[in-house]
């Protein structure tokens, strides 16, 4: 079973940056999609980028394309997700995701339920 731990997030004003990591352990191995999620209040969970394992095939939201960047560390088994240029609508919970069942696709970003793992998630709050 895989475990994941969030960390990075906090309080920027409009323009800033953020590193969001995700530490993942036990069983990593089986992963073939990692991705970053966010929700709002009241809204529902948004699919923010994908990276696939295997070869680093990564897909983004529209609305955050050019400005967030995911990556991993595959030695430390750390995901990361670089987020420049933040906006106020960039507020919101950020999850870290693992998908053993399903490759990255745009399907795949769009759909939290492929994803079986997931931590706990670290909040993001972006000020005009």
């Known amino acids: 079973q895989v475990q994941l731990v969030e960390s990075g997030g906090g309080s920027v004003q409009a323009g800033g940056s953020l590193r969001l990591s995700c530490a993942a352990s036990?069983?990593?191995?089986?992963?073939?999609?990692m991705g970053w999620f966010r929700q709002a209040p009241g809204k529902e969970r948004e699919g923010v980028a994908v990276l696939r394992t295997g070869n680093g095939y990564t897909l983004y939201t529209d609305s955050v394309k050019g400005r967030f960047t995911i990556s991993r560390d595959n030695a430390k088994n750390t995901l990361y997700l670089q987020m420049n240029s933040l906006k106020p609508e960039d507020t919101a919970m950020y999850y870290c995701?693992?998908?053993?069942?399903?490759?990255?696709?745009?399907?795949?970003?769009?759909?939290?339920?492929?994803?079986?793992?997931w931590g706990q998630g670290t909040q993001v709050t972006v000020s005009s």
């Open positions: 995701a693992a998908s053993p069942r399903f490759y990255c696709s745009g399907e795949t970003l769009r759909s939290a339920s492929r994803f079986d793992v």
């Open positions: 036990g069983y990593t191995s089986s992963t073939v999609c």
